[in-house]
């Protein structure tokens, strides 16, 4: 398997154990944490209450969003936090990537992120149904349920999209292309065509599996992605004169 997702990027390396049978409801340490950088603390109020009252962002997916391989802080959630934080925009991003996970497993999870109460989530799920030839019957009717129970709780939605490599076969890569574009134009999210833009297929951003970006390939996933997210975020306000 490790050769067929060198295109897509988005399985998980066979040394890697399958944790969706025995995977507990929330979160582990390291994989589904929150993360972001401190903020200034002002007294009798500490860094972890000040970050629980900014507008949540939750990054919602597989190995790509857990940030498999890499340091936490190198994860693209973590690195999307920062970029944030930089521009000036307060909110707080909470890592809820689960390595392994199909979109049943998003199914199951989706209580689990709504606890949060998240002001956006960011849907990155699929590429392991790919990967394994699910039948995208099953795959959409997964996301829809994901999709419509995110809608039904106010979350703005953004759905970032997957390719699968060429030996899948043309009709089965082009059917499961198409049904991200699907799915946001009936659900009218913001969509992201490919989470993977410029990083997959490319060694130099790749770790050795060929398969999980590094530190860099997840900057770019992050470059990426900020255009698509910023309309969505309440605009920094300008310092006082």
């Keep these: 398997m490790g050769m067929a997702c060198t295109v897509l990027l988005g399985c998980e390396p066979s040394s890697e154990p399958n944790r969706e049978a025995s995977r507990p409801s929330g979160p582990r340490d390291g994989i589904g944490?929150?993360?972001?950088?401190?903020?200034?603390?002002?007294?009798?109020?500490?860094?972890?209450?000040?970050?629980?009252e900014r507008p949540k962002i939750v990054?919602?997916?597989?190995?790509?969003?857990?940030g498999f391989g890499v340091s936490p802080d190198e994860s693209y959630p973590a690195q999307l936090q920062r970029k944030l934080d930089q521009a000036g925009y307060r909110y707080q991003v909470i890592n809820a990537g689960v390595?392994?996970?199909t979109t049943a497993g998003g199914v199951r999870q989706i209580?689990?992120?709504?606890?949060?109460r998240p002001h956006i989530v960011i849907v990155e799920l699929g590429a392991n149904d790919g990967l394994r030839g699910l039948d995208l019957k099953e795959t959409r009717s997964n996301l829809e349920q994901i999709l419509r129970r995110l809608r039904a709780a106010g979350v703005t939605i953004v759905l970032a999209g997957m390719k699968l490599p060429p030996n899948?076969?043309?009709?089965?890569?082009?059917?499961?292309t198409a049904l991200y574009g699907d799915l946001a134009r009936q659900y009218g999210t913001t969509y992201l065509p490919f989470f993977l833009e410029g990083v997959a297929a490319h060694p130099a951003l790749n770790q050795a599996d060929g398969i999980h970006p590094t530190g860099e390939g997840y900057r770019l996933v992050v470059d990426h992605l900020l255009p698509v997210l910023e309309p969505l975020l309440e605009k920094p306000k300008p310092?006082?004169?």
Aim: aromatic share 10%; no cysteine.
């Design 59 to 66: 990054a919602f997916g597989d190995s790509l969003t857990a």
């Design 111 to 116: 209580e689990w992120v709504l606890k949060s």
């Design 168 to 176: 899948y076969g043309a009709e089965y890569k082009g059917q499961f």
């Design 99 to 101: 390595s392994g996970d």
């Design 239 to 241: 310092p006082p004169s």
């Design 33 to 52: 944490q929150r993360l972001g950088t401190d903020i200034t603390s002002q007294p009798g109020r500490s860094g972890a209450a000040l970050r629980a």
